[in-house]
Every structure is written in C-alpha cells, then in structure tokens.
C-alpha cells in the first residue's frame, strides 16, 4: 500500500525546524494515537523553549509502504498546510 501523495503544493521542504521520530510502526500508531491521530505516521506543531514554532514529524520505519520517503513526504506536506483530510489541492 502506497501512502497518498500530496498536492505539489505543498510537496516541499518545510520552511523551519523538523523533529522527526522514526520508529517501528506499532511505536509510531502508539505514538500519534497518543496525540489524537489515528494513522501510521503524524505530524504537528510544537512550540521550542524559545517560542518558535518546529514541526513534529513520526514516521514507520516498517510500514504498509515500504518505502519512508513517502511517509516523509506525505507528513511534511501537513506541516506545509496540507489539511488532515487530504485534500486534492
């Protein structure tokens, strides 16, 4: 199963910092459940200690899709707007 990719555009670099967890899949669903997100891979906003913003990123390292750089694609996209319903634009 291939994860859905995003709409150019918002299939870009974020503009900011990245935390990124890559963790075994049964981690990341624990992981992003905990924040509310029921899905293989998450991304959110965290706010640093010195008040900007960085965006937090989980990836599965063993995921349906084999392949990480679509799940790192697919939630950078959400840090560059693209909204949790996927949207086709």
Known sequence: MQVT???LKYDHPFDGQVIERVLP???ARKLCAD????ADGCAGYVTMS???KAC????PVDGPDPD???YHRH????CNGWGKDHPPD
């Open 50 to 52: 010195d008040g900007t």
């Open 75 to 78: 939630e950078l996209a959400h």
């Open 5 to 7: 990719v995003p709409p």
């Open 68 to 70: 990480v750089d679509h």
């Open 56 to 59: 937090f990123v989980v990836l």
């Open 35 to 38: 924040i509310g997100i029921n």
């Open 25 to 27: 899949l049964e981690e």
